[in-house]
């Protein structure tokens, strides 16, 4: 497992060591659950009061299947800290962030000014997401023309 590299939290990490959803149903003082592509994010929900970490682990960059599974944890009200590892690359960031995560374990070091970089790269947001970025369209045409759609 990669070292955290980059973290947008203020509390302490989990020291932990990351057990398997298959073992987490097992346990029940486990606080940390590695989620391997293809696994299914929901099967965490019952038991999201008493997750610290999730790691998902990305084994490719061109495997999109953690973002949803970013998503399914945050709009379902999990507020531990959510990890991306594996093949993380520094593009990816910005959208990984707006997901959800908000601590990354790359594979390959990034370069701390390029993802600082990235993140601030694009001032407006299209489309809500896990964030509060508000979307451009809303900024431009107000509440209303959200309805309008």
């Known amino acids: 497992m990669s070292a955290v590299q980059l973290r947008y939290r203020d509390d302490e990490t989990s020291a932990e060591p990351a057990v ?38 990305f084994p490719a960059f061109t495997d999109g299947r953690g973002y949803s599974a970013a998503r399914i944890l945050r709009e379902a009200g999990y507020e531990g800290e959510l990890r991306a590892s594996g093949d993380v690359l520094v593009d990816q960031i910005r959208y990984m962030r707006r997901c959800g995560f908000d601590s990354f374990a790359p594979d390959a070091p990034l370069d701390d000014a390029a993802a600082q970089r990235a993140l601030g790269f694009y001032d407006h947001v299209y489309q809500s997401a896990a964030d509060d970025a508000v979307p451009v369209w809303t900024l431009r045409h107000g509440e209303a023309g959200a309805a309008d759609g």
């Open 20 to 57: 398997s959803v298959e073992a987490f149903r097992g346990q029940s003082n486990a606080t940390t659950v590695l989620l391997e592509s293809g696994e299914d994010a929901r099967e965490l929900l019952p038991v999201l009061d008493r997750l610290r970490l999730v790691i998902v682990h």
